[in-house]
């Protein structure tokens, strides 16, 4: 069993920038791949990033390709990511998730656990 809790989200303008974090509980951490995803208001869940269990593998969506950063720190227990030159339309509650496997997934159904979420907002 794996517990995550998102921090980071917040208000910022077009142009800036926010760090998100993904703290996870246990310690298989370093077994997990592990991803963002994000979903906006009337809209379906999103792949954004995800990367490997050894950090080695990074994917980005192509909305974030260049301006978003997947990171993770096996020791500390914790995913970040990096985002630069926000725009409003990447507005959403962004999601933290977890997959048993060491390969980078994009699918909402190929991870095993969630966590409960961060609100980014993004005015113009």
């Known amino acids: 069993q794996v517990q995550l809790v998102e921090s980071g989200g917040g208000l910022v303008q077009a142009g800036g920038s926010l760090r998100l974090s993904c703290a996870a509980s246990?310690?298989?951490?370093?077994?997990?791949?592990m991803g963002w995803f994000r979903q906006a208001p009337g809209k379906e869940r999103a792949f954004v990033a995800g990367?490997?269990?050894?950090?080695?593998?990074?994917y980005y969506a192509d909305s974030v390709k260049g301006r978003f950063t997947i990171s993770r720190d096996n020791g500390k227990n914790t995913m970040y990511l990096q985002m630069n030159s926000l725009k409003p339309e990447d507005t959403a509650v962004y999601y933290c998730?977890?997959?048993?496997?060491?390969?980078?997934?994009?699918?909402?159904?190929?991870?095993?656990?969630w966590g409960q979420g961060t609100q980014v907002t993004v005015s113009s």
């Open positions: 990367i490997s269990s050894s950090g080695g593998d990074t």
């Open positions: 998730a977890a997959r048993r496997g060491t390969s980078v997934r994009v699918g909402v159904h190929e991870y095993d656990y």
């Open positions: 246990g310690r298989t951490f370093s077994t997990y791949a």
